[in-house]
């Protein structure tokens, strides 16, 4: 079945250290990939989505995305978080006209 | 200003009774869907819609009904055959591209609380 995965469920970091969260995808054909921010008490907001050529995706508030296809994956970084980062993060891809979430990453970062 | 507005924000209902969820959006988008997040678990699709008078059940559509008589509004109904409502209900609505479905965009969500 198709699928996508997000392994960490619960990161904790202090400000400043790089952040990567995990995310793959078990689906084969077109490949349209996202990540989303659902910060405390507001709605999920996109932060950058992968539909094709350039594998590397530079999203808002600093983030970026790799897309490997060898490795099913599209994974989050960012160099240097903040305490304004702390929030649950979604992974999710298209299966023909459906989106597919993972289970989401919390976030927290310690001042 | 365009967006996608879900109300009430706060859904408190008793066991056995129907309860409907609004959604709208003024974003021109075809394509509109439901959602479900409970802790843990992500966000599971409930039903969808590609176009007016037309829609799929999702992964989770038992309990749940829909109709789509308007491009711009999606209203959920939880009916009181769905055995565990409590939750948080996402809208969500999307344009289509040549190549398939565009971004989907989010509204604020509903609360719904079973007493």
């Known amino acids: 079945a198709q699928s996508v995965s997000q392994h960490n469920h619960h990161v904790i970091l202090s400000e400043a250290a790089s952040l990567e969260l995990g995310c793959n995808y078990s689906y084969g054909g077109t490949v349209n990939l996202f990540w989303y921010v659902q910060y405390p008490g507001q709605h999920l907001q996109l932060l950058l989505k992968?539909?094709?050529?350039?594998?590397l995706v530079k999203g808002i508030k600093g983030f970026e995305a790799e897309f490997i296809k060898s490795k099913f994956s599209f994974n989050l970084r960012k160099p240097s978080v903040q305490w304004s980062d702390t929030a649950e993060y979604f992974c999710a891809g298209y299966n023909t006209d459906k989106l597919i979430f993972g289970t989401g990453t919390r976030l927290q970062v310690f001042p | 200003d365009g967006g996608i507005t879900q109300s009430p924000k706060y859904l408190f209902r008793k066991e056995g009774q129907n309860v409907t969820l609004s959604c709208e959006q003024n974003l021109n988008h075809d394509a509109m869907y439901w959602y479900r997040q409970d802790p843990g678990q992500g966000l599971r699709l409930i039903y969808y819609s590609q176009i007016v008078n037309d829609f799929q059940k999702g992964d989770i559509a038992e309990g749940y009904s829909v109709s789509r008589e308007k491009k711009e509004s999606f209203p959920l109904t939880v009916t009181s055959a769905q055995k565990n409502p409590t939750a948080f209900y996402l809208c969500?609505?999307?344009?289509?591209?040549?190549?398939?479905?565009?971004?989907?965009?989010f509204g604020p969500g509903t609360r719904l609380t079973v007493l």
């Open positions: 992968y539909f094709s050529g350039d594998p």
């Open positions: 969500a609505s999307s344009g289509r591209l040549e190549s398939g479905t565009d971004t989907q965009y």
